[in-house]
């Protein structure tokens, strides 16, 4: 069964970077599609960025909030998926899981994936 582990969460000021990872294990995670996914206090889980699986190509779709500034892309000889995010603001401040499923294609909707991380958080802040 997949396992999925993220890292890379932390505090940064605006404008600064960080790089996430999600790390699977148990599967081999191109096969499937991954997203990322964050949620803040009192606010709804929202998708923010998703990469296909291999065999389509690994194609990439963004939420408009993080277009431009987050990068998805996949590490296949590390069985990871990492999330660049650049020019940081307060508002990206949340915890981020990442989610796989072998069905999916491209999506940001959180129901479609079976397979999630513990979440690790990000706070931007100055």
């Known amino acids: 069964q997949l396992q999925l582990v993220e890292s890379g969460g932390g505090l940064v000021q605006p404008g600064g970077s960080l790089r996430l990872s999600c790390a699977a294990s148990g599967s081999t995670l191109d096969y499937y599609a991954t997203g990322w996914f964050r949620q803040a206090p009192g606010k709804e889980r929202e998708g923010v960025a998703c990469?296909?699986?291999?065999?389509?190509?690994?194609?990439?779709y963004y939420a408009d909030s993080v277009k431009g500034r987050f990068t998805i892309s996949r590490d296949d000889a590390n069985n990871t998926v990492y999330l660049q995010m650049n020019s940081l603001k307060p508002e990206d401040t949340a915890v981020y899981f990442c989610?796989?499923?072998?069905?999916?294609?491209?999506?940001?909707?959180?129901?479609?994936?079976?397979?999630w991380g513990q979440g690790t958080q990000v706070t931007v802040s100055s």
């Open positions: 990469i296909s699986s291999e065999d389509t190509d690994d194609g990439t």
């Open positions: 989610a796989a499923d072998p069905r999916v294609d491209l999506s940001l909707q959180s129901w479609e994936y079976d397979y």
